[in-house]
């Protein structure tokens, strides 16, 4: 049997799973990551107007004349702390987060392709929409609305992007 296994994803990186010696593979590998590059023709987008990103992610990636908008959810980019308040309160900052964040690639909330709004329960669906339509006034986006199980912090709303820069 192989001692470890290399499976190369591009030529700049690659991922390299051990098989520990025993005649059962682990239950999740071990795995080791070369340095990751980001790609010549992607761009990272930053701001401090919205909060950092809690995980190994960027607020925002730019391709072309796209722009990829993480999701935001509602914390106060001063504080890095969840806002105070219900759905109306976490919408609207979310929503701040995004407006940041797609201003900081470069384009424009009426650039916005696509949206993308989870919520913890559709209950809140109504009152979601009408924050929404405040934000983006006439211009109407494509969007989905998907209700999930959680969100990250036990927030009640995230909302992510893809707009054009354009």
């Known amino acids: 049997m192989f001692s470890h296994l290399v499976l190369r994803t591009s030529p700049v990186r690659a991922i390299r799973l051990h098989r520990f010696a025993s005649s059962r593979f682990p239950s999740s590998p071990v795995r080791k990551m070369s340095s990751i590059q980001t790609h010549p023709s992607l761009s990272v987008v930053s701001t401090q107007n919205a909060p950092a990103a809690v995980g190994p992610y960027s607020q925002a990636i730019k ?13 106060d980019p001063k504080t890095a702390q969840v806002v105070e308040g219900g759905i109306e309160e976490q919408t609207e900052q979310a929503l701040k987060n995004l407006r940041a964040v797609v201003e900081a690639s470069g384009s424009e909330l009426g650039k916005v392709a696509k949206t993308t709004v989870f ?3 559709m209950d809140d669906f109504v009152v979601v929409n009408g ?11 494509a969007r989905s609305a998907v209700e999930v199980a959680r969100l990250p912090k036990d927030v009640l709303v995230e909302v992510e992007c893809i707009a054009s820069l354009k």
């Open 63 to 75: 391709v072309g004349e796209l722009v990829f908008c993480s999701g935001c959810i509602p914390f």
């Open 131 to 141: 924050i929404y339509a405040k934000f983006f006034g006439d211009h109407r986006p």
């Open 119 to 121: 919520l913890k329960s």
